[in-house]
């Protein structure tokens, strides 16, 4: 799972949220194409591919968008 915006850092991507900003999560598909998440609480990585990922998080999604990390 991915944040709509490559972080570089666990830390970015958390005082993004904290911030206010609209962040949404995502993940690719078997076949070229990508999935929107909704709500629930998900395991994210950064950052993206093919970049090594360096950072993992947890998030939780409300109506699509991302409210908490930890």
């Known amino acids: 799972m991915?944040?709509?915006r490559n972080f570089k850092t666990k830390k970015a991507f958390k005082e993004?949220?904290?911030n206010g900003q609209t962040v949404t999560l995502f993940q690719d598909g078997p076949?070229?194409?990508t999935v929107a998440v909704y709500d629930g609480t998900f395991s994210v990585e950064g950052p993206h591919y093919?970049?090594?990922h360096k950072?993992?998080?947890q998030?939780?999604?409300k109506d699509g968008k991302?409210?908490?990390v930890k």
């Open 31 to 33: 076949f070229g194409g």
């Open 55 to 57: 950072w993992y998080a």
């Open 66 to 68: 991302v409210i908490k």
């Open 16 to 18: 993004a949220v904290q």
């Open 50 to 52: 093919p970049e090594p």
């Open 59 to 61: 998030a939780t999604v």
């Open 2 to 4: 991915y944040a709509d």
